[in-house]
């Protein structure tokens, strides 16, 4: 079993800036990628940003060139950096941990609160 637990959520008025922690542990030799996801009031989870062995794969188009996601000092960390946050980024954050077999190694932290005003 993996554990998630993500830290930096909070309130912070528009153009401001955040960054998200997520530190795994227990068995974790299975994770072969990590990612965030948010999920908005009344809307789908929807990824954000993802990485696999240091390296960024993907930022969906709302948040590139705002957010970057990095690998954290730490074996299975990592973090997010949020610049310029709008209100539309208000959501729930969530990290996911997924092995290469996701039937087996899928996980995910109990999300933290992001609140952007405008």
């Known amino acids: 079993q993996v554990q998630l637990v993500e830290s930096g959520g909070g309130s912070v008025q528009a153009g401001g800036s955040l960054r998200l922690s997520c530190a795994a542990s227990g068995d974790t030799t299975c994770i072969a990628a990590m990612a965030w996801y948010r999920q908005a009031p009344g809307q789908e989870r929807e990824l954000v940003a993802a990485?696999?062995?240091?390296?960024?794969?993907y930022y969906t188009p709302s948040v590139k060139g705002r957010f970057t996601i990095s690998r954290g000092n730490v074996e299975n960390s990592m973090y997010v950096q949020m610049n310029s946050l709008k209100p539309e980024d208000t959501a729930v954050y969530y990290c996911n941990a997924l092995g290469e077999n996701t039937r087996e190694c899928k996980y995910w932290g109990q999300g933290t609160l992001v609140t952007v005003s405008s």
């Open positions: 990485i696999r062995d240091g390296v960024p794969t």
